[in-house]
Every structure is written in structure tokens, then in C-alpha cells.
């Protein structure tokens, strides 16, 4: 069975560095076209898509968003991390990561539960 | 970029209906065009892969066509657990989402 959670912190404060972390079980990112990804949605709006990284350490990112985000993964720990820096409180949405399976033309077919992250002082 | 563009963003039916929600695309893209329902409180499930291809699980009563530039969902008999957003995904980008709500 394949699963994702999300884990990191429901508060940050303006300006301050997001870490979020996806561990993942039931697949590897030894298999080729294995990806995992990372959206966001602000309350009441709708999916954005911001990183991707594939299983051969390939990443992509928000072309609105690039320059705030990093994304990795540790593939002994079936991790995969997300850091955005300088939170505004625009960035306060729940956020997902996802399997990206290219056998399924890049289509996402496991989502974590999400994580609420509020940006306020 | 590509940009995906849903419409209509809410359609207002009743239980029974048959109802299409469309996608349309900035630019002729493949057809590896996906389809997904989320519920409030929930994270989005993935109904449609390649246009047209249901994912495993998912009710006939679903289905999608097109191709090029215009992508359609199609809900068959709606049931009241169909009440849901859908959101149109290509590539790295999604649509907007249409809320489907009851009349």
C-alpha cells in the first residue's frame, strides 16, 4: 500500500523559512519514473502545483515561486523535503505532496492527507 | 507556460443530472490530461489519467474524452457523493476547479 504524510510546522512567522517533509512508504524512488511533488492550497482557492522532484533527482519548480523553493529527497529515508523561504502570509495553505507516476502520464495517484501551515507574527 | 482554463468554475444540479465540465488549454498539448474530485477537508483523488483512462476503483460513472487544446469530464447520473470540486491537471499545471454543488 502506498501512503504519503506530510509532517512540519502549523505556525511560521513572516519571513521565516518553511520546512516540510513528505515520508512515503510502498514505493521507491529506485523505480524509473517514480516522482514525488509538492502542492499548496490556500483556503478556499484552488491547487497549485510547486515542486517536483523524480527519481532521478530531476527537479522542477513554480516558475512564480523558483527563487523561495528547494526541493530533495533522501532516498535511503523514503524523504523527500520542501524549504520555502521568506513566508508571507499569501503562503498560509494546506500543503500536499504527491506520488507522480509516469506509468500513469504523469498523472498524481497518491496524495498525502496535507498539512495546515499558517504564516502570522 | 501552459495555462488550463475550467469551465464552468460552479454548476448548480440535482442527484440524477449528467453533467460535463470542460478544460481547455493555452496550447495544443497531449493528451496527458488528469482529472481529479477533491472534498472539503480532503486531499484531492485522482479519477482520470490520460484523458480517458479511469483509475482503478473509480465508477463508470465517470469519464473523460477529448484532445488538443479541449478536454472534457463527464459525470453520469449524479450521486449525491459526486458533490464535489474537480480540477483538470496537465503537465505541472491545474485548472481552476469547478464546484459542483447541489441545486
Known amino acids: 500500500q502506498v501512503t504519503l504524510r506530510e509532517s512540519g510546522p502549523a505556525l511560521v512567522k513572516p519571513t521565516q523559512t518553511l520546512t516540510l517533509t513528505c515520508t512515503f512508504s510502498?514505493?521507491?524512488?529506485?523505480?524509473?519514473?517514480?516522482?514525488v511533488s509538492w502542492m499548496r492550497q490556500s483556503p478556499g482557492k484552488a491547487l497549485e502545483w510547486l515542486a517536483l522532484i523524480d527519481w532521478d533527482n530531476d527537479k522542477y519548480y513554480s516558475p512564480s515561486l523558483k527563487t523561495r523553493l528547494t526541493i530533495s529527497k533522501d532516498a535511503s529515508k523514503n524523504q523527500v523535503v520542501l524549504t520555502m523561504t521568506n513566508m508571507d502570509p499569501a503562503d498560509t495553505a494546506t500543503y500536499y505532496c504527491a506520488r507522480r507516476d509516469k506509468l500513469l502520464f504523469n498523472a498524481f495517484d497518491i496524495w498525502g492527507q496535507g498539512t495546515m501551515v499558517t504564516v502570522s507574527s | 507556460d501552459i495555462q488550463m482554463t475550467q469551465s464552468p468554475s460552479t454548476l448548480s444540479v440535482s442527484v440524477g443530472d449528467t453533467i460535463t465540465i470542460t478544460c481547455r488549454a493555452s496550447q495544443r498539448i497531449n493528451n496527458w490530461l488528469a482529472w481529479y474530485q477533491q472534498k472539503p477537508g480532503n486531499a484531492p483523488k485522482l479519477l482520470i489519467y490520460k484523458a480517458s483512462t479511469l483509475e482503478t476503483g473509480v465508477t463508470s460513472r465517470f469519464s473523460g474524452s477529448g484532445s488538443g487544446t479541449e478536454f472534457t469530464l463527464t459525470i453520469s447520473s449524479l450521486q449525491p457523493d459526486d458533490f464535489a470540486t474537480y480540477y483538470c491537471?496537465?503537465?505541472?499545471?491545474f485548472g481552476g476547479g469547478t464546484k459542483v454543488e447541489i441545486k
Open positions: 510502498g514505493f521507491s524512488f529506485s523505480i524509473s519514473g517514480m516522482g
Open positions: 491537471q496537465q503537465g505541472l499545471t
